[in-house]
């Protein structure tokens, strides 16, 4: 394979202009192309991966499947509240419910582990979110509104089997996206570099 030939410039401008947009800054009922989805998920796949083990795997809810996601975490939240005697609230139900139609895709992440591959935990979470990186990339190039969210089922155990998940598999949340509701881009901040590098010289 040849080298390719990069624009550094280009480069430089889409990973630090890459923003979250969240669910009020969605433009509603005005899908994004499976297409672009495609596009998100082919780059996620080319992430590092250690041993090319490729831990991520998706799942994307859209047109009616955001209605059964969007059910199935606000009927959950509620199920869980009544088995473990905790606080229901109604406002968080009914955001649950409603969230992810606001969206034109909903993208479940998962990592899958590999059995006897001898890659630490740590290492394939990392991959997995150098995939989703890749995809945060995507969708701002794109000029979409997205975010990664690590709400509802997430951390939730009963989660588990319905998404699959063994041993020391993961459920890593939830990447939104759809179109923006504004053509104002969100202004980014971050402090300086130097505050957070040693350098080792001698």
């Known amino acids: 394979m040849q080298k390719p030939d990069f624009n550094i410039e280009e480069v430089n401008k889409i990973i630090r202009g890459r ?12 899908p994004v192309d499976d297409s672009i989805i495609e596009e998100m998920l082919e780059n996620a796949n080319w992430a590092p991966t250690h041993k090319l083990t490729q831990p991520w795997r998706f799942i994307v809810y859209t047109g009616a499947g955001l209605k059964k996601f969007a059910d199935y975490q606000a009927e959950l939240y509620k ?14 139900y009914q ?14 992440i ?10 630490p935990v740590m290492e394939e979470i990392a991959a997995v979110s150098m995939a989703v990186q890749n995809m945060y990339l995507t969708a701002c190039a794109h000029g979409l509104a997205c975010y990664w969210g690590t709400g509802g089922p997430t951390f939730w155990e009963e989660a588990r089997e319905d998404f699959g998940l063994e041993g020391e598999d993961m459920l890593m949340g939830f990447f939104y996206v759809a179109k923006p509701a504004t053509d104002n881009w969100p202004a980014g901040k971050r402090e300086p570099i130097a505050d957070r590098v040693g350098w080792i010289r001698e």
Do not use: C, W, Y
């Open 110 to 119: 998962l990592m899958n582990r590999t059995e006897g591959s001898g890659i």
């Open 79 to 92: 199920k869980r509240a009544e088995k473990n005697g905790t606080p229901f609230i109604e406002a968080t």
């Open 95 to 108: 955001r649950f419910k409603e969230n992810p139609l606001k969206a034109s895709h909903v993208i479940a």
């Open 19 to 30: 923003r979250s947009m969240f669910v009020a800054q969605f433009k509603e009922n005005d």
